[in-house]
Structure formats: C-alpha cells, structure tokens
C-alpha cells in the first residue's frame, strides 16, 4: 500500500504565497519522479510541475518563475512553493509519484487533493 499525503492549500489574495506538501508512504522500493498536477474549475487536469530522480525538473509555461518545485528524498517528500499567485491559479492541486513498491512494480500514485482558492 502507498499513500500520498498533501498539505498546505489555503485561500490567499492574488500576489500571495503558499508552500504545498506531500509525502509518500507505505512499501517504497524507489521513487523515479513525483509532481504536481492541478484542476481548475471545469477545466482538465493538467500538470504544473515534475521532478525526476535524476534531477530534471519541468514546469507548465503559466508558472514558471513564479512557482518552484523540491524534493526531500530521504523523506519521500515534494514540494511546491507558489508565489505571485494569481486568481487563474485556483485549483484543486495533486501530488503524483511514479514510484515502484517493494515488489517491484511501477506505477502511478496520485494524491486526493488540496485546494488552492486565489481572490482577486
């Protein structure tokens, strides 16, 4: 079993910050990418920002330079830093990780979401 346990959303005003979180747990062999995803009101899920094990990171065109995503691999862990918010930025954001379990299989784990509300 895998869980992943996001934290940090919030209300703020537009050019406000906020820091997501989210930590994996349970039969991890290895993670080889974890990332944040976001939904925004009737719009698809898309994603805003990944990190590879091997150090590559990719961003959404909407946020870069505004947002910045870490990993803590000793904790299993990503995050998000948001700053410059804006009220396009509201969404429910998840965490995902391709990570494979002790039993060797790989797959996608996603996160149930943290909600993000940006007022203009």
């Known amino acids: 079993q895998v869980q992943l346990e996001e934290s940090g959303g919030g209300l703020v005003q537009a050019g406000g910050s906020l820091r997501l979180s989210c930590a994996a747990s349970g039969s991890i062999f290895r993670i080889v990418a974890m990332g944040w995803y976001r939904q925004g009101p009737g719009k698809q899920r898309e994603l805003v920002a990944t990190?590879?094990?091997?150090?590559?990171?990719e961003y959404a065109d909407s946020v870069k330079g505004r947002f910045t995503i870490s990993r803590d691999n000793a904790k299993n862990a990503v995050y998000l830093q948001m700053n410059s918010l804006k009220p396009e930025d509201t969404a429910v954001y998840y965490c995902?990780?391709?990570?494979?379990?002790?039993?060797?299989?790989?797959?996608?784990?996603w996160g149930r979401g943290t909600k993000v509300t940006v007022s203009s």
């Open positions: 990190h590879n094990s091997g150090g590559g990171i």
């Open positions: 995902n990780a391709y990570l494979c379990t002790d039993n060797r299989a790989c797959d996608d784990y």
